[in-house]
């Protein structure tokens, strides 16, 4: 299982080669702004998990698009 932070504003892009499994955790902890972009193969499976955890005026956004 892969985790990577979110901190401020950022685009991740993952490939995924045919047949390749990943587990990628996202986590956020105060305001954030994340693009993530994925390309998967043919038989290819990606499990994300999104974790955020803002107070006060925290905004948190996250876009993601699959193809």
Do not use: C, N, Q
């Amino acid at each position: 299982m892969e985790t990577i932070l979110l901190k401020g504003a950022g685009t991740h892009e993952l490939r995924l080669s045919a047949g390749e499994e990943r587990r990628v955790v996202f986590l956020a902890a105060g305001p954030a702004e994340a693009d993530i972009r994925a390309e998967l193969a043919e038989r290819a499976r990606l499990h994300l998990v999104l974790l955020f955890a803002g107070g006060d005026d925290d905004r948190i956004r996250a876009r993601i698009a699959v193809r």
